[in-house]
């Protein structure tokens, strides 16, 4: 027991010993652990500092890279440039050696940017301009100018010449044509002005004239009755119609619609008398133009028929007895028993010379060939009154 007690109190003191250098040693720990967290703390703001220097200069390593690449891909694209700017030159010179004959040396002495640019070439009208310092600009302009011309010229034609000589002689010579027309179509329009106011005059002259025998004839005809022309339109003389106004005596109508068969007649004949008096001809061929007459009105247009034979031969194709009577010959056709028509003639005043009449108007027959009842022996008449020669 008492080395029991001996040994636990060398214990507790070997103990105690042990738990009083577990203290200090306990302290020591702890003061290191604070330098050592100090020191760790130290070293991280250290190392995030090393490291935000380290991120920053990568940074600027990439950025001096591209800058770098960038510069390196400049210059290679001044030396491709260059490259083909020196072979643009070297063309430029051959084409300018083949073409024109002049050196590089040469062109760029006499045509550079040092040297005045002469102006263009002035139009018809201008005044030729001063050379002016070169600007490339306005060169530039001027060059595609100029190209686009060129463009719209085309292909150049080796026979422009010979085909431009061509057209300049066609030209000419429908210049020529079409001068000659015009002076043509100014001579025949003073024609036609010459021809419209003489035949104005003419028209006018033969109307005033036709208008006076009108009115007389148709007086005559028409014992009491009043008859007249007049015009649709007075101021114009050359498109103007012309009326014609016929009033028979105890009628107040002036239209010739409205009045008979015989009247109209007799006032066409009437017209047809006053043109014969107002324009006198040396023969005049009526048709039956008395078919529709009677016996009275017959007898007053063969009176005017007598004053038309002073002057003038009339060959009348009739069926009234009265008109035979004052004719100088007849000319006929009669049909034998036969069946066979001939044709006839028969003198009624001395002096008459049948024969010459017949052969010209074969009286008788109609434009069908039909053959029109008439005197008796005698299907058709002819009348020549007037001298026959």
Do not use: C, W
Request: proline share 5%; net charge negative; charged share 35%.
């Amino acid at each position: 027991a008492a080395e029991r007690r001996e040994r636990a109190r060398r214990d507790g003191a070997v103990a105690t010993a042990v738990a009083a250098g577990a203290r200090q040693l306990l302290g020591r720990l702890e003061l290191s652990l604070g330098r050592a967290e100090a020191e760790r703390t130290a070293a991280e703001r250290a190392r995030a500092e090393r490291e935000s220097e380290l991120r920053s200069g990568r940074e600027t390593g990439r950025e001096l890279k591209a800058e770098l690449d960038r510069l390196v891909d400049a210059g290679h694209r001044d030396e491709v440039l260059r490259a083909e700017k020196r072979l643009r030159i070297e063309q430029l010179e051959a084409r300018a050696l083949e073409e024109f004959g002049i050196e590089g040396a040469e062109l760029l002495a006499s045509y550079g940017p040092a040297t005045p640019v002469p102006p263009s070439v002035p139009q018809e009208g201008e005044e030729p301009g001063e050379p002016v310092p070169y600007v490339r600009a306005e060169q530039e302009k001027r060059l595609r100018a100029a190209e686009r011309a060129y463009q719209q010229l085309g292909k150049v034609n080796p026979l422009a010449l010979e085909e431009f000589a061509a057209l300049e002689e066609r030209h000419q010579f429908l210049g020529e044509q079409l001068d000659d027309l015009r002076r043509s179509r100014r001579d025949l329009m003073d024609i036609v002005r010459d021809v419209d106011v003489r035949v104005e005059q003419l028209f006018t002259a033969a109307y005033h004239d036709t208008a006076a025998q009108f009115e007389g004839v148709f007086s005559r005809l028409f014992p009491g009755g009043e008859g007249r022309l007049v015009l649709t339109d007075p101021e114009s003389m050359l498109t103007t119609g012309v009326e014609v106004e016929a009033r028979p005596p105890g009628k107040k109508v002036k239209r010739l619609s409205l009045l008979s068969g015989g009247e109209r007649s007799l006032t066409a004949v009437a017209l047809l008398v006053a043109i014969f008096k107002a324009r006198p001809s040396p023969f005049y061929v009526m048709d039956e133009v008395e078919a529709a007459l009677d016996e009275t009105n017959l007898r007053r247009l063969v009176s005017i028929m007598e004053e038309l034979r002073e002057s003038s031969q009339l060959i009348v194709i009739t069926h009234q007895k009265l008109t035979m009577e004052s004719a100088d010959a007849l000319y006929g056709v009669t049909m034998k028993g036969d069946g066979i028509s001939q044709v006839i003639s028969q003198r009624l005043r001395e002096g008459a010379k049948p024969g010459r009449a017949a052969e010209e108007a074969p009286a008788g027959r109609e434009g069908d060939g039909r053959v029109r009842p008439g005197l008796p022996r005698q299907q058709e008449s002819a009348a020549a009154v007037g001298p026959t020669d």
